[in-house]
Structure formats: C-alpha cells, structure tokens
C-alpha cells in the first residue's frame, strides 16, 4: 500500500510572533509538495496565529491532557487545541517522557483522546543510549508503542514517530539498518495490535536530527513514512528542503 509522506515539524518551546514568517513560508511550499502532507507544531501561545498566518496548512500542538476538562491547571485539552484551529497533535515525546514522566500509559490515554476530537495524533517512542548498548533498542520501543497505543486507534489518523532519544538534537542520526530495523518491528507490532490492514496505513515517521542533507536517503529507507523535525523545522531555509526530499524532488 501505498501512504503519503507526512513532514511534521516540532518547534519545541521555541518561537515568537516574530517567527510567524517562517511558519508562512513553510506552508507556501507544503502547498506545491505534490503527495506529501506537511504540519507544524508550534508552542501553544502561536497556534492561533500561526492558523491565521496560514490558512488551510496543519498546525498543530505539541502535548493534550487526557481530561476534556478541569483542575489540570497548566495543561491543554483536546477541544482547545481544536478551538484554536490545531489539526494534528505530538503525544509521548521523550522530552516530555523524561522531564514530565509521562507513562506509556498516559501517553495513550492522551492520544484517545486527541482522537476522540478531530486532532491527528503523531505518538512518539524512542530509545536511550543505555538501552541501544545493552541490545534491548527493538524490545524497548515496540514494548513502548504497543502500550503507548489508544484504545481508539484510528489508521488514518494516526502516525507513530521512531526518534532514538540519542540521536535528538545531537546531531546523530540512526544508520539506514537501525532505522529500517526498527521501522519494520514497529509495522509487526502495529499488525499484532490493530491488524495488518490498519498497521498498514498507519505512518511511521523518523526523528532525530534530520536535515536537508540526510532527508531523502531516510525516506528511501523501507517503511519510513516521513520525519519529525525538531531543529531544522525552526526556519523555512532548513525545513524546506527535507519537505522536497519527501516528493522525491532533488535538493
Ligand atoms: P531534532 O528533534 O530534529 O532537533 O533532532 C527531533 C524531535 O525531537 O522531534
């Protein structure tokens, strides 16, 4: 089966106002990408903005509570991030794994309930450095994503991102083996949970220091339905040519 590309960047806690610009120019060549869907998710104080810079283009969030609503003070539901015009959102990112000790668990429960709105939902896993050494990186990440899984799965709305924790912002990036090794476990285990025909729809992205130089030999890679761009997704002149490694166009 064929499935569409998906180039999905993730600004982190970085951005401004002033960096809407980027975020418009991104979009205009995502509408010339033929066969290949691009968002951008950006800090929740820009979602707006960034809507209203770009219409018609996916922006989305980076994190959604479980909970529709309540005393969850500092947090996001699913219905404010539709209301402020996100289409898409990042649950179980390692960053927020490590730092806000999100379970697999809880990593699922907040994908539910992006799919229980209109958000697409682009969940993450990845392995540390330790766990890559000792020779567990497969059992550990396909362990993460079947228990990271909502209950509520939908193929077509659902994205699984592979970002090798060591490989984030550092620079490294996984080699063709690692990733085309770790893609296919994640296929079987999506097949094994959700049956082969939903696996096989389901995007899994790579992320971890991608850039316009390494893109298109990632995307030839078997089962590597996309990329999650951190660093490179912050500028249009970075971003920008992973998109067109993505159509196959040359950079
Ligand atoms: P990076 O980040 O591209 O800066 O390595 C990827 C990510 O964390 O999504």
Redesign the pocket.
């Known amino acids: 089966m064929t499935r569409r590309k998906l180039v999905a960047g993730?600004w982190k806690m970085n951005g401004t106002a002033a960096d809407l610009g980027e975020a418009t120019q991104i979009s205009m060549a995502a509408e010339t990408a033929d066969g290949v869907d691009v968002a951008l998710c950006v800090p929740a104080t820009l979602i707006v903005r960034a809507c209203t810079a770009t219409p018609g283009f996916a922006i989305g969030g980076q994190d959604v509570h479980a909970a529709a609503n309540g005393a969850h003070t500092g947090d996001i539901s699913a219905a404010m991030l539709e209301d402020a015009g996100a289409s898409v959102v990042i649950v179980g990112?390692s960053e927020r794994r490590e730092a806000h000790g999100e379970t697999s668990e809880a990593v699922a429960a907040k994908a539910e309930a992006a799919l229980n709105s209109t958000l697409d939902v682009i969940v993450c896993c990845g392995e540390s450095l330790d766990v890559r050494e000792a020779g567990h990186a497969v059992t550990n990440v396909t362990d993460q994503i079947a228990a990271s899984l909502p209950a509520n799965a939908d193929a077509q709305r659902l994205s699984v991102a592979y970002?090798p924790i060591w490989?984030?912002?550092t620079g490294k990036v996984a080699g063709p083996e690692e990733i085309g090794e770790m893609h296919a476990a994640i296929r079987s285990k999506l097949a094994e949970k959700l049956g082969e025909d939903a696996a096989n729809a389901v995007r899994i992205l790579y992320?971890?220091?991608?850039n316009g130089d390494n893109a298109a030999e990632i995307f030839a890679i078997d089962h590597v339905d996309g990329a999650?761009?951190?660093?490179?997704s912050l500028t249009a002149a970075k971003f920008v040519p992973i998109i067109h490694a993505a159509t196959g166009r040359s950079v």
């Open positions: 993730n990112h970002e490989a984030i912002g992320g971890g220091s991608v999650l761009v951190g660093g490179a």
